[in-house]
């Protein structure tokens, strides 16, 4: 996981178990963003850890600069960080794809054909488009 944030410019820090997260939108066990910083603790789910990555990675170098807590952006790019972390999900050892759909359907994410696989699968041509107009590839063609 760290080799793959630090190849996005991202780096990874450790939060004590009894800590609260810093930068954490979401609070409880929900990973947090404060500029390349991403903030988790053992008890993070990786499909959080990777969402707030997954923000980073699409936001704007101006964004980035002033990036705490709040990720911000458009429905647009919220969508394209939901597939990006679908897509970088199998980059992970033990994670897949498959596993990071079911986190996402399971914490409540929520798609217009039910599910994140059915969206994935069926309803992404928009967000393909999206992540290759910035430069993020297609399906099995991420940088990383």
Request: glycine content about 10%; overall charge negative.
């Amino acid at each position: 996981m760290r080799a793959l944030l630090e190849s996005f410019g991202i780096t990874l820090e450790s939060v004590d178990a009894d800590q609260a997260i810093p930068g954490s939108f979401w609070g409880d066990d929900e990973a947090g963003l404060i500029g390349n910083r991403l903030l988790a603790r053992d008890d993070t789910p990786l499909h959080s850890i990777l969402h707030e990555a997954c923000h980073f990675v699409c936001m704007t170098p101006d964004r980035r600069a002033a990036l705490h807590t709040n990720a911000g952006g458009d429905d647009e790019e919220e969508n394209a960080v939901c597939y990006l972390q679908i897509l970088l999900a199998d980059h992970i050892q033990d994670y897949s794809a498959g596993q990071c759909m079911h986190d996402m359907d399971a914490w409540g994410y929520s798609f217009r054909l039910g599910s994140a696989r059915a969206w994935f699968e069926q309803d992404a041509e928009e967000v393909r488009d999206w992540l290759s107009d910035h430069g993020l590839g297609q399906p099995g063609q991420v940088r990383t």
